[in-house]
């Protein structure tokens, strides 16, 4: 219902490339509250007693309402201004009404996930911390002072300066040792873990791994004044992509659906964002170079880009052979020794003629490979030979 009030509510921006950044920024915060809530619902109604689905409904619930705030207040005071009541009131709850849904994702859910309890007794104080630091961040951003973000209303509820200065401090000093308590729970769990929960941890760490991404981007954005409308765009397309791929890979490993093959998927992942990220660079490195050598002779950039689309598609298949040896190498060790094992026992088998020999070979290598408790081998008689 949040997400049809919205739409209903037109939105008119003085900037052409602000409209598009503000509708962009609508879709993914409309795709956000559904997937969470529709995520919500399918885990509360699968496991009742279940908390993370009971958040999830509340993550749905608080992003719907900002977003309603959001859109409520431009159309109050920016298209229709004075001919509708509470567009202040709306302005200020938008300011802070996207806290608790960031804390739930950022702090609670990982020390909740996959049972739905903390790890211990003793971890539940970080549940306590965890809101005290959603109290603190909601009262910062609803008392600072000067004109509200997004808005043109001047906070009427704004504190001093220095007190904001003191209140923001502490609030983002709480909310950063909630996150790190969260992410150690997850590591303290991953120590206790049977191997089905590790695959549950898993397939959520493959999922958060974009949301250190948009905090580091968001920050070196912020640290050196880095802007535009392209890079904004980019923003809000990996916090889009950073919060949505939690919510649904939660639901996968708490139902435990095709829970084992997340080994496959990260390993893939691994090895084709590793290939593209080398073939980008290849391209753009041998563009330049073909256009330094090619231009003073030719004049023309068409044959750089040829030689360089001509280098990509030739490097593909060795590049991902090469980067899926690496990465089977370095985070799934035991699956490349045994392709090892097996490779060394193909090249043996094409020279071994004695049979005793091949079946001694046979044995070790099922050992190194399978690693059974009992190994044994049966030959079946040759026809005409006898046994004796």
């Given at each position: 219902?949040?997400?049809?009030v919205?739409?209903l509510?037109?939105q008119?921006?003085?900037?052409?490339?602000e409209?598009?950044?503000?509708d962009l920024l609508?879709?993914?915060l409309i795709?956000q509250?559904l997937?969470?809530?529709i995520?919500?619902?399918?885990?509360s109604?699968?496991?009742p007693?279940?908390?993370?689905?009971?958040?999830?409904?509340?993550?749905?619930?608080f992003?719907g309402l900002?977003l309603a705030?959001?859109?409520?207040?431009h159309y109050a005071?920016?298209v229709?201004?004075?001919e509708l009541p509470?567009?202040?009131?709306a302005?200020?709850l938008q300011a802070?009404?996207?806290?608790?849904a960031?804390?739930?994702?950022?702090s609670?859910?990982?020390?909740l996930?996959?049972t739905?309890?903390?790890?211990s007794?003793?971890?539940?104080?970080g549940l306590?911390?965890a809101a005290?630091a959603?109290?603190?961040v909601?009262?910062?951003?609803?008392l600072?002072?000067g004109?509200?973000d997004q808005t043109i209303?001047?906070?009427?509820?704004?504190?001093s300066p220095?007190?904001?200065d003191v209140l923001?401090?502490?609030?983002g000093?709480?909310f950063?040792?909630?996150?790190i308590v969260g992410?150690?729970s997850?590591?303290v769990?991953w120590r206790r873990?049977?191997?089905r929960e590790r695959?549950?941890?898993?397939?959520?760490a493959?999922?958060?791994?974009?949301?250190?991404?948009?905090v580091?981007?968001s920050a070196?954005?912020?640290?050196v004044?880095?802007?535009?409308?392209?890079f904004e765009?980019?923003?809000q397309?990996?916090a889009?992509?950073a919060?949505?791929?939690l919510p649904?890979a939660t639901?996968v490993?708490?139902l435990r659906?095709?829970?084992?093959?997340?080994?496959?998927v990260i390993?893939?992942a691994?090895?084709?964002?590793?290939?593209t990220v080398v073939?980008?660079?290849?391209?753009l490195i041998s563009?330049?170079?073909f256009?330094a050598?090619l231009?003073?002779?030719?004049?023309?950039?068409?044959l750089?880009?040829a030689?360089?689309?001509?280098a990509?598609?030739?490097?593909?298949?060795?590049?991902?052979?090469?980067?899926?040896?690496?990465v089977d190498?370095r985070?799934?060790?035991?699956?490349y020794?045994?392709?090892?094992t097996l490779e060394?026992?193909?090249?043996?088998?094409r020279?071994?003629v004695?049979?005793?020999t091949?079946?001694t070979?046979?044995?070790a290598?099922?050992r190194d490979?399978?690693q059974?408790?009992?190994v044994?081998?049966?030959?079946?008689?040759?026809?005409?030979?006898d046994?004796?």
């Amino acid at each position: 219902m949040l997400v049809a009030v919205s739409l209903l509510l037109p939105q008119e921006r003085l900037v052409e490339d602000e409209l598009v950044s503000s509708d962009l920024l609508a879709v993914l915060l409309i795709v956000q509250a559904l997937t969470f809530a529709i995520v919500g619902l399918v885990i509360s109604r699968a496991r009742p007693h279940h908390a993370i689905g009971w958040l999830f409904n509340g993550v749905g619930i608080f992003v719907g309402l900002y977003l309603a705030a959001e859109r409520y207040q431009h159309y109050a005071l920016v298209v229709r201004p004075g001919e509708l009541p509470l567009g202040e009131l709306a302005a200020w709850l938008q300011a802070w009404l996207y806290v608790p849904a960031l804390g739930i994702v950022v702090s609670v859910l990982p020390q909740l996930f996959p049972t739905g309890r903390p790890v211990s007794r003793r971890w539940s104080l970080g549940l306590v911390l965890a809101a005290a630091a959603f109290v603190g961040v909601c009262l910062s951003d609803a008392l600072a002072p000067g004109i509200i973000d997004q808005t043109i209303v001047e906070n009427p509820v704004g504190i001093s300066p220095a007190a904001f200065d003191v209140l923001s401090t502490a609030a983002g000093l709480l909310f950063l040792a909630s996150a790190i308590v969260g992410f150690a729970s997850l590591v303290v769990r991953w120590r206790r873990a049977d191997r089905r929960e590790r695959q549950q941890l898993k397939l959520f760490a493959f999922a958060a791994a974009l949301l250190p991404l948009f905090v580091l981007t968001s920050a070196l954005a912020d640290g050196v004044e880095i802007g535009g409308p392209v890079f904004e765009w980019i923003s809000q397309v990996v916090a889009g992509a950073a919060f949505l791929g939690l919510p649904i890979a939660t639901a996968v490993s708490i139902l435990r659906h095709r829970l084992y093959d997340i080994d496959v998927v990260i390993n893939r992942a691994l090895v084709y964002s590793l290939l593209t990220v080398v073939l980008v660079a290849t391209y753009l490195i041998s563009v330049l170079f073909f256009r330094a050598a090619l231009d003073p002779l030719t004049g023309e950039s068409d044959l750089a880009v040829a030689g360089s689309t001509l280098a990509v598609a030739a490097a593909f298949r060795p590049l991902r052979s090469r980067i899926q040896g690496v990465v089977d190498r370095r985070f799934y060790r035991s699956r490349y020794n045994t392709a090892q094992t097996l490779e060394r026992f193909a090249v043996r088998l094409r020279h071994e003629v004695d049979l005793e020999t091949l079946g001694t070979d046979v044995l070790a290598v099922v050992r190194d490979t399978m690693q059974p408790g009992h190994v044994s081998l049966w030959l079946r008689p040759a026809k005409g030979v006898d046994r004796d």
